[in-house]
């Protein structure tokens, strides 16, 4: 199973980076980073400061640290978990309450799995693609035509190796030169996760009949 820290070790080695190059860079101790990597809690002060070491090591390695931390949540509240289950005393439960209490946990188990799915899923699906404009694919006396769309935020978009930057709702423009004939427009994206997604749409310019 994926782990937070598996996930920032692999960004890591694909920058080539070494830990200890990191930890001069963002003023953080090596055996942390090492700790964090090897999902290693218990090495580190408190889930509050692990939650700001891998925002810092995922701003270093240019990688979406809201990608990363439902990772560390799920691993990190199983621990707190089992922790609680061995403090708790079953001296402590009558039947009744303990019924009560393992229906909560079985509830709030469901809750994190459904939502842990959830963020898996964004994690692992590509950017996808709504094109407002123009609504019709065939032309006639226009010389270029202007593409409206809308794609996810923190999505990298190129249109014919130029870089397209869309606004605070992901909704961007670009204007398209027409030639005679057919025109096939690709646009290229690449998701805060490094997933891509390819559109293709054509469009023609006709002689007027």
Same mark, same amino acid.
Do not use: H
């Given at each position: /199973? ?7 070790? !692999?960004?890591?080695?694909?920058? *080539? ?31 509050? %400061? ?6 810092? %090591? ?6 979406? @640290? ?6 560390? @949540? ?8 089992? =922790? ?16 009560? #209490?393992? /229906?909560? /946990? ?8 459904? %939502? ?19 609504? =019709? *694919? =065939?032309?006639? *006396? ?8 809308? =794609? ?19 909704? #961007? ?9 057919? !025109? ?8 805060? *996760? ?16």
């Amino acid at each position: /199973m994926l782990t937070a820290g598996e996930i920032l070790k !692999n960004q890591r080695l694909k920058k *080539n980076l070494l830990l200890s190059e990191i930890a001069k860079q963002i003023k953080i101790k090596e055996k942390y980073l090492e700790a964090l990597e090897d999902n290693n809690w218990n090495l580190l002060p408190s889930k509050v %400061y692990i939650e700001g070491l891998i925002k810092s %090591y995922c701003r270093f390695l240019g990688f979406n @640290y809201k990608k990363v931390l439902p990772f560390f @949540y799920r691993d990190y509240e199983e621990k707190e978990t089992f =922790t609680f289950r061995q403090k708790v005393s079953e001296k402590y439960f009558t039947p009744g309450v303990k019924k009560i #209490f393992g /229906m909560l /946990m079985t509830s709030l188990i469901i809750i994190f799995f459904i %939502y842990f799915a959830y963020q898996l899923k964004i994690f692992l699906t590509p950017p996808k693609i709504t094109l407002f404009s123009p609504k =019709t *694919n =065939t032309f006639y *006396n226009e010389t270029s035509i202007k593409i409206i769309g809308k =794609t996810e935020k923190e999505t990298t978009i190129t249109i014919f190796g130029e870089r397209i930057y869309p606004n605070q709702d992901g909704v #961007f423009e670009y204007i398209f030169p027409l030639k005679k004939g057919k !025109n096939e427009l690709v646009i290229e994206l690449i998701g805060a *996760n490094g997933r891509k997604t390819t559109f293709k749409k054509s469009f023609y310019k006709n002689s007027l009949p």
